[in-house]
């Protein structure tokens, strides 16, 4: 039933004749539907988990296979390059021999005179004797 207009009313309250449809939803229905959904819901989870603890079980039955290759193989390692076991310390070695590299004297190639010296000390001979420079071409 449509509500009614009429002039002065505040709301619906002072309108006596207006009144709400019984039959347009059915409440017992959605509440029993929601319902049975939880129940299978519950029933679904309890079988799940049934199934996973009797998994559990038969995996924990069960013996490894020891596969007679394997077993002769012992402890061999894979070939080079492998992981790093301490990759900070590593890193930390590095860069400590790069510093000693950088900041002392040494022989790099005895036989062909090729020697190191400190990067501070190669930096001012660079800058003594200049870098060569190519020569313009006249046209």
Known sequence: MA???RPGAT???DNVEVQHEESDVNIRAIFGFGGALVAVALVIFLLVYVLFNFFNKRDGLSVAAEYPLAAAQGN???PEPRLQENPREDLA?????????LTTYGVVDQNA???RIPIEQAMKLTLERGLPARQEQTR
């Open 3 to 5: 509500e009614q207009h």
């Open 11 to 13: 709301g619906p309250a």
């Open 76 to 78: 061999r390692v894979p």
């Open 93 to 101: 070695a590095l860069r400590e021999r790069e510093e000693q590299t």
């Open 113 to 115: 005179g090729v020697y």
